[in-house]
């Protein structure tokens, strides 16, 4: 079965220190790769995307992503965290078969960031 | 541009009641999206639709119904709330289908119902 897990429910990490929050993904198709970011009371922000080409992805606010097709991983890191950062982080995918109408979601990881 | 705009923010429901949470897009999205977000328990597709006049069932349509009669709008119906449908509910669209170019939410809608 489909399915994304995000195996860190909550971290917490300093001010200043690197991140890395991890999603796996269980997909029979080639996978759209998604993170959203949502900031306490708001909706969902797209951070970044992977469809194809190089791994290494770029996004807003600083975060990039490393899709690792071998270990159906894609981890999202930032390496300097800011107090802004905080916020609840979801890894979600799709693609272009049959059920490409919706996205498949993990859980979500809460991340809190320590002055 | 306003994306996607959800109304009302909050809500308080009585045990019930009924009500209709309304979201409109202006990116001439095809494909729009209901979710109800609880703690812990991620995101929830109630129903989605492919396009105007089609709709369709998610992981728990239960309580809900929807209707797309334009390409902007997209309400979910609550008839007879229960305290069950307290929640935050987010509506979504996309222009490729979510699969592929990934969404555009709202700022949601917090339910409760007493």
């Known amino acids: 079965a489909q399915s994304v897990t995000q195996p860190d429910i909550h971290i917490t990490v300093s001010e200043g220190a690197s991140l890395e929050l991890r999603c796996n993904y269980s997909?029979?198709?080639?996978?759209?790769l998604f993170w959203y970011v949502q900031s306490p009371g708001q909706g969902l922000q797209l951070l970044l995307k992977?469809?194809?080409?190089d791994t290494l992805v770029q996004g807003i606010k600083g975060f990039e992503a490393e899709f690792k097709r071998s270990q159906s991983s894609f981890n999202l890191r930032k390496p300097s965290v800011h107090w802004s950062d905080a916020a609840e982080y979801f890894c979600?995918?799709?693609?272009?078969?049959?059920?490409?109408?919706?996205?498949?979601w993990g859980l979500g990881t809460s991340l809190a960031v320590n002055p | 541009n306003a994306g996607v705009t959800q109304t009302p923010k909050f809500r308080i429901l009585k045990i019930g009641q009924s009500m209709t949470l309304q979201c409109t897009q202006d990116?001439?999205?095809?494909?729009m999206y209901w979710y109800r977000q609880d703690p812990g328990m991620g995101l929830k597709l109630i129903y989605y639709?492919?396009?105007?006049?089609?709709?369709d069932k998610g992981e728990v349509p239960n309580g809900y119904n929807v209707s797309r009669s334009t390409t902007e709008d997209f309400p979910l119906r609550l008839e007879l709330a229960a305290p069950s449908q307290t929640s935050v509910y987010f509506c979504?669209?996309?222009?490729?289908?979510?699969?592929?170019?990934?969404?555009?939410f709202g700022s949601g809608t917090r339910l409760t119902v007493v």
């Open positions: 997909y029979g198709a080639t996978p759209y």
């Open positions: 639709s492919v396009g105007a006049g089609i709709t």
């Open positions: 992977y469809f194809s080409g």
């Open positions: 979600a995918v799709g693609s272009e078969g049959g059920n490409n109408r919706k996205l498949i």
């Open positions: 979504a669209s996309s222009h490729t289908g979510g699969g592929t170019g990934g969404y555009t």
């Open positions: 990116m001439n999205h095809n494909y």
